[in-house]
């Protein structure tokens, strides 16, 4: 079945450090590929997606390239704050198929200190 | 803000009893998913619904269950509660479209089982 692996955390950061944060995947078909971010005590917000191969998806200085042939999603911002502390999840979407439910990551906790 | 609103925020349940979750879609998405999110893990799908049907279902036991209303609002019921049961769960609308479709998430209720 489809899976996504996350790189393991806790990552923490200096203010305007850079981040990546690496995500593989396994699926059957062709996944939509996204980035979700969960603050404190809150549900998941949508940070980036990207639905084929070579998109790039960006968002507030978050930006993530779908690698078809490394199956692969990593995040990745320039120069983090002390605000984008959060965990980070990566999940895939199989498009066209009955339920398109979301897998995710077990998801990557940052922490940027100032 | 998503447009994704449920209720409660919290609850306290002992095992043995049963729960009801609802959920508000975002204007406009005729689909909702709901996810289990264990502390410290990623979300596991539960299930899907679409124009009030079931659409998919991830790998929970029959009770849990579900129901999607006319106006695409929903509920999650949970009978017989377990200790595990204790968890976020999280309500995700979406719009079918064919292609990569996005879902958005509410704020969750944090369940707990005594």
């Known amino acids: 079945g489809d899976s996504v692996t996350q790189m393991e955390g806790p990552v923490t950061l200096s203010e305007e450090a850079f981040l990546t944060i690496n995500c593989t995947y396994t699926a059957t078909g062709y996944p939509s590929l996204f980035w979700y971010v969960q603050y404190p005590g809150e549900g998941l917000q949508l940070l980036l997606k990207a639905t084929k191969a070579d998109d790039k998806g960006s968002n507030k200085g978050f930006e993530a390239t779908y690698r078809k042939e490394t199956t692969s999603f990593h995040l990745e911002k320039g120069s983090v704050q002390v605000s984008d502390s959060a965990v980070y999840f990566c999940a895939l979407s199989e498009v066209g198929t009955s339920g398109s439910r979301l897998t995710f990551g077990e998801g990557t906790q940052l922490t940027v200190n100032p | 803000e998503t447009g994704v609103t449920q209720s409660p925020t919290h609850l306290i349940k002992t095992r043995g009893q049963q729960v009801t979750l609802r959920c508000s879609s975002q204007s406009g998405h005729n689909t909702v998913s709901w996810y289990q999110q264990a502390l410290g893990q990623g979300p596991q799908f539960i299930f899907q619904?679409?124009?009030?049907?079931?659409?998919g279902r991830g790998n929970f036991p029959p009770r849990f269950s579900g129901l999607q209303f006319p106006n695409y609002s929903s509920e999650l019921n949970v009978n017989a509660l377990e200790l595990d049961d204790s968890a976020l769960y999280l309500c995700a609308s979406s719009k079918v479209s064919g292609s990569g479709e996005t879902q958005y998430f509410g704020p969750g209720t944090r369940l707990l089982v005594l």
């Open positions: 619904y679409y124009r009030e049907e079931e659409n």
